[in-house]
């Protein structure tokens, strides 16, 4: 099962020193999701990650930085995923909010989020918009057990449903940057994801 977290929207302080150290405890892919940031900020970003995890990073929004370092990959979203044909041999990843979107794009993608299956941790009334039960059956039917990711409210206390869901794997987003950010206590962002780690 993948285990993926996606980046916080603004950089708070220690972010990368954090990414660094999830990354030394075993994540496999991280996604960077700034919106708002220049492509200068976001080279500057990936500039503070450890050269070695650079193959492991998705980038989300600043496409221009895959000519500039080693990537994974690109994530696309409903505003940008006629480009993704522009883009060949690369690994590539979708933001679904509906089976229909899942269904119409995965032969394209390495894997999508669908979301949010939860409710957000760290969007308020950002609720969850569909039933477990149904998703289940969703993959099973249509085989995605290896491409469909949960996100969206996802902890290390719900990560057992989302593998009886036969998810083929999790994105995580605010379970891991509330205590970084609320409490600067990093320590327990890596006791998280290594609890989650574990469940997977």
């Known amino acids: 099962m993948k285990i993926i977290v996606i980046s916080n929207p603004e950089n708070f ?3 990368s020193e954090l990414v660094n150290q999830l990354f030394f ?3 496999e892919y991280f996604h960077i999701r700034k919106p708002s940031f ?17 193959s492991r990073l998705i980038v989300h929004y600043h496409f221009l930085m895959l000519d500039k370092f080693n990537l994974k990959g690109l994530h696309f979203n409903e505003s940008n995923i006629k480009s993704a ?3 060949a041999n690369i690994h590539k ?4 909010h509906s089976f229909n979107e899942v269904l119409h794009l995965n032969h394209k993608m390495n894997y999508m989020f669908l979301s949010p ?16 039960n149904e ?9 995605l057990e290896n491409k469909l990711i949960a996100l969206g409210g996802v902890n290390e206390n719900n990560m057992q449903k989302v593998i009886e869901t036969n998810f083929g794997g999790a ?15 990093f320590e327990k962002s890596i006791m998280i994801f290594k609890q989650i780690l574990s469940i997977s």
């Open 85 to 87: 044909e522009k883009y």
């Open 93 to 96: 990843s979708y933001s679904a």
């Open 117 to 132: 299956v939860f409710d957000s941790i760290s969007k308020l009334d950002y609720n969850a918009n569909f039933n477990i």
């Open 13 to 15: 302080s220690g972010e």
């Open 25 to 27: 405890n075993g994540l």
């Open 171 to 185: 994105a995580l987003m605010g379970c891991i940057w509330k205590s970084a950010i609320n409490e600067s206590n």
């Open 135 to 143: 998703i289940k059956t969703f993959i099973e039917s249509y085989r």
């Open 38 to 54: 220049s492509n200068d900020d976001v080279e500057n970003y990936i500039k503070s990650i450890n050269k070695e995890f650079h």
